[in-house]
Each structure stands twice: as C-alpha cells, then as structure tokens.
C-alpha cells in the first residue's frame, strides 16, 4: 500500500517568515495529494490539494508544489501569522480506484510573534 | 461542502464494555470513512464504510472489534467492541463527495474522543 513521509515533525518561524513542509510518497500511480491543517482539539480541515496534472497551485499565502517524477510534494506558507500555528498534514490517494487517503505524520508548526 | 456530525464527542468507558458512534452527514456523500486518531499522532484509516453492504477494513482492523454500518447514504455507525485501554483515541468520522469519479474533498467530522479505564 500507499507509504506517506512527512518532514520535518516540528518547525517553529517568526512571523512573517515562510514555512516549507515536505511529504514524499511510494505509489507512483498516486494522483491526488491534499494537505489538511488541524488546531488543537479540532477536526482536520482541508487547505489545499493537487492533482497529479498540476505541478504548482496557489490560494494567497499557501501553495503546493508536485514533483511526480520525485514522487514528492511541498506546502509553502508565506507571511506566515500567529493564526497558522496549528499541525499540518499531507496526504495521497493511491491511483486507480483507490480513494481512500494515506496521511502523513504531521508537522507541528509554531508561528512566533 | 459537507457538515459531519458525530455523537458522542467525549466518552468515558469502562474495560470491557463496548460503544457505538454515530455519524450524521447533511447532504449525500459517495464514499465514507473512519479514521482512529491517537493523542498527538496522524489520522489511521479504520475503514471505509459501505453503503448496505459489509465494511471494508484496513490491516490491523477487524469486523468484529470493529463493526460498522452504513445504511444510507447520509449516516454511519462505528462501534468499538469490548474495549480496553488501548482503545483510547479519537475516532473520526469522514465523508468525501467527489461527482466524478476521482477522489474529492475529504470533510472530517469533530471526533468522538474515547478514554477505556
């Protein structure tokens, strides 16, 4: 089955400064790659997703970029904020039929002011 | 998008004894799911849940610990059978609604947290 690897598990910026989160995965039939943010105590929402027909997509400050030949994929947060404190996880759906999704160990990310 | 609701949110059971979660969805979803959640780990897919029919499990989760149904396309039940302390986590509830065929949105419920004494 499908493995996901996230790095790093902790990474603490000022504000104000960019955070990179990196996820690699095995299958390379994969074709859906979501992150999902989660505060404390709260359900995982979803931020952002990629197909596997898209390198690079961007809402405002958050963009994920897609490197299939890699078989990895990166969450950018820009002019990060106090409020963007929270754990983050990326995610895969194996391809073909598949739809359940794989997630990864999470980073917690620490946003100082 | 999808509003998932489950019940209960917290629970405190004792060893042994088993609980059953329910989980509402607002609108027609294509496929659901039940992830277990441990304090501060990543979400572990349980199973996914199909509609009349049996569930189907991931490695390392059975029916019979584990039994869940899914008699229509809005609502879903997990239950988690003979507890014990190691049972102790969050469930989540999931619901993903995608018109074409490939995998969509995955909308999460807020979680039944469960402690086993």
């Known amino acids: 089955g499908e493995n996901v690897e996230q790095h790093p598990s902790t990474l603490s910026v000022q504000e104000g400064d960019s955070a990179v989160i990196k996820c690699t995965y095995s299958d390379s039939a994969s074709n859906y790659f979501p992150w999902y943010k989660q505060e404390l105590g709260k359900r995982p929402q979803l931020i952002i997703d990629i197909r596997s027909n898209v390198g690079e997509k961007k809402d405002q400050r958050i963009a994920v970029t897609l490197n299939k030949t890699a078989k990895h994929f990166s969450l950018h947060i820009t002019e990060t904020q106090p409020e963007d404190s929270a754990v983050y996880f990326c995610a895969s759906v194996e391809g073909g039929s598949a739809r359940q999704l794989t997630f990864g160990s999470g980073t917690q990310l620490t946003v100082l002011p | 998008s999808a509003v998932i609701s489950q019940k209960p949110s917290r629970d405190i059971c004792q060893r042994g004894t088993s609980l059953t979660i329910q989980c509402q969805v607002d609108?027609?979803?294509?496929?659901m799911f039940w992830y277990r959640q441990q304090p501060g780990q990543s979400l572990t897919l349980i199973a996914t849940?199909?509609?009349?029919?049996?569930?189907?499990?991931e490695s390392g989760f059975v029916i019979d610990k584990f039994p869940i149904s899914r008699p229509n396309l809005t609502f879903s039940t997990l239950t988690v059978s003979n507890m014990s302390p190691e049972d102790s986590s969050i469930y989540l509830c999931s619901g993903e609604t995608s018109g074409d065929g490939a995998a969509g949105e995955l909308f999460f419920g807020e979680g039944s947290r469960l402690t086993v004494l």
């Open positions: 849940a199909n509609q009349g029919s049996e569930a189907t499990y």
């Open positions: 609108s027609q979803v294509t496929m």
